[in-house]
């Protein structure tokens, strides 16, 4: 059972485009993820107290968020980062860049117009996909038992 992290932009279906077409192949992977609801991210560090100043209340959430995500990195066997053309995914690059520093493959995501702004980030990547369903063919390829 391979282990794919899927992280970054949470705006668009793209995860489950790749999690249904992993299922409609019966590939045997186990999918994980960031939170993918906005609110419930930011939110994530309420627990620890109330903050006056929205800094310290995105200072606490992003590092119970980077406490997930540590995790869930670490633990996954191929992660795809995806990029998307609306906003900027910082979280993504930081992702990359982490699974770069362990030495954990990854796939990027994204369109052809981002080549040159994501060009160190997909220099370490161990693939270039365009759409959900390319990363479905590299998933399938790489859990063959061929």
């Given at each position: 059972?391979?282990?794919?992290?899927?992280?970054?932009?949470?705006?668009?279906?793209?995860?489950?485009?790749?999690?249904?077409?992993?299922?409609?192949?019966?590939?045997?992977?186990?999918?994980?993820?960031?939170?993918?609801?906005?609110?419930?991210?930011?939110?994530?560090?309420?627990?620890?107290?109330?903050?006056?100043?929205?800094?310290?209340?995105?200072?606490?959430?992003?590092?119970?968020?980077?406490?997930?995500?540590?995790?869930?990195?670490?633990?996954?066997?191929?992660?795809?980062?995806?990029?998307?053309?609306?906003?900027?995914?910082?979280?993504?690059?930081f992702d990359a860049g982490y699974c770069a520093a362990l030495?954990?493959?990854?796939?990027?995501?994204?369109?052809?117009?981002?080549?040159?702004?994501?060009?160190?980030?997909?220099g370490s990547a161990m693939a270039w996909a365009?759409?959900?369903?390319?990363?479905?063919?590299?998933?399938?390829?790489?859990?063959?038992?061929?």
């Open positions: 059972m391979l282990t794919v992290y899927l992280s970054g932009e949470i705006h668009t279906d793209w995860r489950q485009q790749i999690m249904h077409g992993a299922a409609a192949l019966d590939l045997p992977i186990t999918f994980t993820s960031a939170v993918t609801d906005h609110e419930t991210s930011d939110a994530a560090g309420d627990v620890l107290g109330q903050e006056s100043q929205p800094f310290w209340r995105d200072h606490k959430s992003a590092k119970v968020n980077a406490i997930r995500t540590k995790t869930l990195l670490e633990k996954c066997d191929v992660a795809v980062i995806r990029f998307g053309d609306k906003y900027k995914q910082w979280n993504a690059a030495g954990k493959p990854y796939i990027t995501l994204h369109a052809e117009d981002l080549i040159h702004p994501l060009k160190e980030v997909d365009q759409t959900a369903e390319q990363v479905v063919e590299v998933l399938k390829y790489i859990t063959s038992k061929q």
